[in-house]
């Protein structure tokens, strides 16, 4: 173990115990710059002898204090330690599966001094639908903070350039799962289907691994270590739509 990662964890356990709780310390950039680097040593996922995935989304937790000292540099810090985070992973041939966000936030349990650090690996995600064609779909699918439309006959999902929807995680296939959508009668839900292409580590809806799945709106499809849910637009809830066998 190198001096500077003694040094992260005597850091760390200082911020995280006695130390912050005695002194009431407010937090630094580099305390929270070396919580990050740790973060990602925790949380690296073996992809190839040579590659390893690692978080890319992290939000920052803070105490009102610290939040509102930190808040004119928000944007600032958040760049500087995306660069050291880069660099980190350049070091230890990480790989992260998107762009990286840093968010700050307030958390009514954290004292001045402490803080906490929430990640996941969240995948970057490319579709090729316009914002007219969002706002008139009767259906979406969210993932990763992006909506994309549903339309008849429906799209496929996967890694590969030739999906509808890309998404770039390793845990999922060149063509993953397909999407079908029927539309009912006006003021009725379309039907919705989700079908496994013979993917390798297949698809869950809700807590169950399927091959094929009769979906609703709210309803949530996991395909690798990303997760997609169905949204049916409003206008199209006017009346009760018709039961059928749902997950």
């Known amino acids: 173990m190198g001096g500077l990662q003694r040094f992260e964890q005597r850091l760390e356990s200082m911020i995280s115990g006695a130390f912050a709780r005695t002194f009431r310390s407010a937090v630094q950039p580099v305390e929270i710059a070396a919580a990050l680097e740790r973060e990602l040593d925790n949380n690296a996922q073996i992809l190839s002898r040579d590659r390893r995935l690692v978080p890319n989304s992290f939000h920052v937790e803070l105490s009102d204090t610290d939040l509102e000292r930190l808040a004119p540099y928000d944007s600032t810090l958040a760049r500087e330690l995306s660069d050291t985070l ?5 070091g230890q041939a990480y790989v992260f599966p998107g762009p990286i966000h840093i968010d700050f936030e307030s958390a009514d349990d954290l004292t001045t001094g402490r803080f906490r650090i929430r990640s996941q690996a969240q995948a970057k995600v490319t579709g090729t639908a316009t914002h007219t064609q969002v706002r008139r779909a009767h259906a979406l699918l969210e993932v990763n903070g992006s909506q994309h439309p549903l339309q008849p006959p429906g799209l496929v999902v996967g890694r590969g350039t030739d999906a509808d929807i890309r998404i770039n995680d390793p845990g999922i296939s060149r063509r993953h799962a397909e999407f079908l959508i029927t539309l009912g009668r006006e003021g009725q839900d379309p039907l919705i289907e989700v079908h496994d292409l ?14 094929r799945a009769t979906l609703r ?26 039961g059928w066998a749902d997950v």
């Open 198 to 211: 013979g993917s390798t580590n297949g698809i869950r809806v809700g807590d169950r691994k399927v091959p």
């Open 217 to 242: 709106d709210g309803s949530a499809v996991k395909v690798g270590n990303t997760t997609l849910t169905v949204r049916i637009v409003e206008t199209m809830q006017e009346t009760e739509s018709p």
């Open 86 to 90: 880069k660099k980190h992973a350049d």
